[in-house]
């Protein structure tokens, strides 16, 4: 029962993190031209890659729960940043709406590689 607590307490304060980073440095995420996208891309599985292998030392919890707690962090987050990319031009007013289908896959490449990142520490410990 603390694990689905520490787990889910963890993934609402990332979305929350995602939402006010988006908010405030939106503009610097979507610049013109294929490198930035390629970098932003690059930085969100890296990011999603260690926050899933170290998902059990952020939480405290033995090495085979890591999965399970990644994937109870990751649900609200994945929700939450959902509802935020249909409402995009609500969220994110100065933002040109047609990025919502650029975050939406940014947010699904940097929970994919957490979870991923969790099965590689599940399977390697």
């Given at each position: 029962?603390?694990?689905?607590?520490?787990?889910?307490?963890?993934?609402?304060?990332?979305?929350?993190?995602?939402?006010?980073?988006?908010?405030?440095?939106?503009?610097?995420?979507?610049?013109?031209?294929?490198?930035?996208?390629?970098?932003?891309?690059?930085?969100?599985?890296?990011?999603?890659?260690?926050?899933?292998?170290?998902i059990d030392?952020?939480?405290?919890?033995?090495?085979?729960?890591a999965v399970?707690?990644?994937?109870?962090?990751?649900?609200?987050?994945?929700?939450?940043?959902?509802?935020?990319?249909?409402?995009?031009?609500?969220?994110?007013?100065?933002?040109?709406?047609?990025?919502?289908?650029?975050?939406?896959?940014?947010?699904?490449?940097?929970?994919?590689?957490?979870?991923?990142?969790?099965?590689?520490?599940?399977?390697?410990?």
């Open positions: 029962m603390r694990l689905a607590f520490r787990s889910l307490g963890l993934g609402f304060g990332i979305a929350i993190a995602i939402f006010a980073l988006f908010h405030f440095a939106g503009p610097w995420f979507f610049l013109e031209g294929r490198r930035p996208f390629q970098l932003n891309f690059a930085a969100g599985a890296a990011l999603g890659l260690v926050l899933g292998v170290a030392r952020i939480l405290r919890i033995p090495d085979g729960k399970t707690a990644m994937a109870l962090a990751a649900v609200p987050g994945m929700l939450l940043m959902a509802a935020v990319g249909s409402h995009f031009a609500v969220f994110f007013p100065s933002l040109n709406p047609s990025l919502d289908k650029v975050f939406g896959s940014l947010m699904l490449w940097f929970y994919g590689f957490a979870l991923i990142g969790s099965l590689w520490r599940a399977r390697c410990a």
